[in-house]
């Protein structure tokens, strides 16, 4: 083989790999030509930032849970953590009267600690996650329950609207939370020992163990911040909102899986970047936006909504099958 | 008459020719030996004589016809896979009738009919096992026959090929398995035996087929040619075979030591290690030496006995704390446990020393690369760069990259686990080169497992022998073969 064959045949692969991340990234952009010339609305500024402030939390969610996958496990707590942590610092702010950034900051504390229960359990136990987290979501919602009584929580102090309902220049601020969310976690990911960690457990769980890495270790920590980011989420959507709600955070769970698969991240752990998820919190939030501009019947929105989450998803699976089908064919003289 | 042909085939990948040319044939009541070197070309070739690949060029011929325009002629061609693939948690019955519409059962599967069919089929394989019997419950061994046992359950099959079929077979299995493959062989059926193990293919085979880099380059009588001569055609160039490889700088420092240890599969071992020296152990399949390792190491508990290194009390049952402390162990389940398949050889190779290779916060790619290219320089590994993923290396070259990755930690003690399971005779004696080398430079003990006699007695200073999880004796480098075989098989215990 001469040297010269080897190299092109390093450009292509690299270029294969990375097309995998400009796939969905065409995709998006794609939509949003779509969007914008289908509706004369969807170009307007309300309407964007409405988008951005859906997207950020959806977004935000993704990249947590990409962060599991990476590591060949997941979370379905992740909306209940939310919700709860939510009525938490609702709570404390109106029913105790304690400052509201300390209640804030005591709720995103509380995250921490769910995600960390959550990890506790399914490393010392050894438990699957999506079964274990299935339970931990039942309970995480049943105190909420229990301390609501399924009332919200009203009367929250005006001065923490600006989180929610706030922007910065044109730009909302949950979008701004969103998007130091993913510099955090892509500098822990790409950059750091820790990152490497995530994806050699993602790889191969015994190999990591075998190579000395502290596997429980690190998939705990995962886990206590994939709490820390859903609280944060929570309690900016409270801010939203102005009333802490039992039903915050519903579709997270499923949404934020489905943002991480179509943006590449792949569900068996150990390929994928949490980039690729906020690409595919984009890519949902911008079909329920169209939903709504089209003036979809509202009976029939859940299952359009299905479909092109679908579709999306295809998009990946479809670029790979393309690029087997070329691999093949491709012949060297 | 020939059932089974290849005319002239060509198989490209990106950058690579994996077949050029290739003429080869299979006649019935043959057994045709097929071997190689890793990369040489044989996978590629056995999936397209079994269809899964389509050449670019040239045909195959199944019983004188184009397969390639008629692909249900390649279901006479039954292989059996290297690796085992059998459904774990099915029956054994199940796993030899599936898929049942090609064992011919149509309709409903009656359990209690498939348990009563399946019976003379066991017999004839002689596999100790009940039908009813789960395939997770049975041994290794048993495992490996039945998956032969399946291929030729299915239709009408004419040729069986067996992709080193005796990699996890015990000695005495392994007769049991030549017994057999002689039966189908007068049954007037082509054998396709594909093998990195010498021996086996002189004392079973009818003819040899040899590939190199893509092509055949030799075929021959088996009967008109010997072992060194099949080495040199499969390396192109002479290796010696009688060339010892135990480290010649022992010392008498003891390195490590292990006193009355006992875990799940162990019992009671005790014995020591000295710097520089290269200590064997031997052993049967399932005789605990991989277990042993693995407890010392901290992967696996231990119920009691103490160990220690370098005369300080060893802390069992934390990996972290072993690689930290420069006791290394390297798997035999490379793909599993050894590599992280889908990460480049750079960043396999710096997982284990990021902390060296930080500028500030970040890990320096720099630096990575420097190392990752020190490491292929050093242990010679075959790659056209530091980005590519592990996976698409070959065997072999895997390994001497787990070596480097392991001697960047700069270990004390490294346990090879059957360093050179499925890697060719010329990489093989590259192995054990580097490990005279680092037990000689770096004064590092090592502690060798295989299942391969020549392998321990070439390699080793002392030879420990483990028999169902007891010591059943030590020898030392001169020692009789015999003997060692006697101790492996508990028979002068």
């Known amino acids: 083989m001469s040297k010269e064959k080897t190299k092109t045949n390093n450009a292509f692969i690299s270029a294969l790999k990375k097309s995998n991340m400009t796939a969905i990234g065409a995709v998006l952009l794609l939509m949003v030509i779509i969007a914008s010339v289908a509706s004369p609305y969807f170009l307007d500024i309300y309407n964007l930032q409405s988008l951005l402030r859906d997207l950020a939390f959806v977004g935000m969610i993704g990249i947590a849970q990409s962060l599991l996958l990476l590591v060949g496990e997941l979370d379905l707590s992740v909306g209940k953590i939310a919700s709860l942590c939510g009525i938490l610092s609702g709570m404390m702010m109106v029913n105790y009267g304690l400052n509201p950034w300390l209640s804030l900051a005591l709720a995103m504390f509380m995250g921490l600690v769910f995600g960390g229960i959550n990890g506790l359990i399914i490393t010392k136990l050894r438990l699957n996650s999506m079964v274990a987290t299935i339970g931990m979501q039942g309970l995480y919602g049943g105190i909420n329950l229990v301390l609501t009584k399924g009332k919200a929580i009203t009367g929250v102090p005006e001065n923490i609207y600006i989180l929610g309902k706030g922007n910065v220049g044109p730009i909302p601020f949950p979008f701004i939370f969103c998007v130091i969310v993913l510099i955090l976690v892509l500098f822990m990911v790409k950059k750091t020992k820790t990152g490497r960690y995530i994806y050699a457990i993602g790889n191969s769980r015994e190999a990591a163990k075998i190579l000395g890495i502290k596997v429980d270790k690190i998939r705990m920590m995962i886990y206590s911040i994939v709490g820390l980011i859903s609280s944060l989420a929570g309690i900016l959507y409270v801010a939203r909102l102005g009333s802490a709600q039992s039903a915050i955070g519903e579709n997270w769970p499923m949404n934020s899986i489905a943002a991480s698969v179509i943006g590449g991240v792949s569900l068996t752990g150990g390929i994928g970047n949490p980039a690729g998820a906020l690409i595919g919190a984009a890519i949902i939030s911008i079909i329920q936006n169209m939903i709504v501009l089209f003036g979809v019947n509202v009976y029939w929105q859940s299952a359009v909504s299905g479909i092109v989450v679908v579709i999306a998803i295809s998009f990946s699976s479809i670029s790979e099958i393309v690029r087997e089908r070329k691999q093949r064919k491709i012949k060297l003289g | ?493």
Request: charged share 30%; net charge negative.
């Open chain 2, 1 to 493: 008459m020939k059932i089974l042909e290849a005319h002239n085939i060509t198989k490209l990948f990106p950058g690579v020719v994996a077949l050029d040319s290739v003429d080869v044939s299979f006649e019935p009541g043959e057994i045709h030996c097929v071997i190689g070197e890793n990369g040489a070309g044989k996978s590629t070739l056995i999936k397209c004589l079994t269809g899964v690949y389509e050449p670019e060029e040239g045909e195959v011929l199944v019983g004188g016809e184009n397969a390639m325009k008629n692909k249900s002629l390649f279901d006479k061609v039954a292989y059996v896979p290297q690796e085992i693939d059998l459904f774990g948690y099915m029956s054994v019955a199940e796993n030899l009738f599936l898929p049942y519409e090609k064992s011919g059962i149509k309709g409903t599967v009656n359990q209690k009919e498939l348990q009563k069919k399946a019976v003379p089929i066991l017999e004839k394989f002689r596999i100790p096992v009940k039908p009813e019997e789960l395939v997770k419950d049975i041994s290794v061994s048993s495992q490996q026959l039945l998956q032969i046992a399946r291929a030729t359950v299915h239709e009408e099959y004419e040729v069986l090929m067996l992709d080193e079929p005796t990699t996890s077979l015990t000695t005495s299995d392994t007769q049991i398995l030549f017994e057999i493959v002689k039966e189908i062989k007068a049954e007037n059926k082509a054998v396709i035996f594909i093998s990195h193990k010498l021996e086996e293919i002189f004392a079973l085979g009818d003819v040899l087929t040899v590939f190199r880099n893509g092509k055949k380059v030799a075929y021959s009588k088996l009967e008109e040619i010997d072992i060194p001569w099949v080495i040199k055609q499969m390396t192109g160039r002479e290796v010696n075979q009688e060339q010892v490889f135990y480290s010649d700088k022992v010392t008498d420092e003891v390195l490590l030591e292990v006193k009355n240890l006992t875990g799940e599969r162990f019992t009671d071992i005790s014995f020591e290690l000295k710097k520089g020296e290269i200590l064997g152990f031997s052993g049967l399949v399932g005789a605990g030496r991989s277990e042993l390792m693995q407890a010392i190491f901290g992967y696996l508990p231990v119920y009691s006995g103490s160990v220690t290194l370098d005369g300080k009390e060893w802390k069992l049952g934390d990996t972290n704390y072993s690689v930290n402390h420069g006791f290394i162990y390297l798997p035999e389940e490379r793909k599993k446990q050894g590599i992280l398949p889908v990460l480049s050889i750079r960043e396999n190779i710096s997982i284990s020393v990021l902390d060296e290779l930080k500028s500030g916060l970040n890990i320096s790619k720099k630096k990575e690369d420097e190392l990752a290219q020190k490491v292929i320089d050093t242990y010679d590994v075959k790659t056209p760069g530091t980005d590519k993923e592990i996976q698409f290396l070959s065997g072999g070259n895997q390994q001497k990259v787990i070596i480097g990755r392991a001697m960047s930690c700069h270990p004390k003690v490294l346990v090879f686990d059957e360093p050179t399971k499925g890697i060719d005779v010329g990489t093989k004696a590259e192995i054990y080169r580097l490990m005279k080398e680092l037990a000689e430079e770096k004064e590092i003990g090592i502690i060798l497992i295989s299942s391969e006699m020549e392998e321990i007695k070439k390699c080793s200073n002392r030879i420990i022998a483990l028999y169902e999880g007891r010591k059943a004796g030590e020898y030392d480098a001169k020692a009789d073969k015999e003997a060692i075989l006697g101790a492996i098989i508990g028979v002068n215990s």
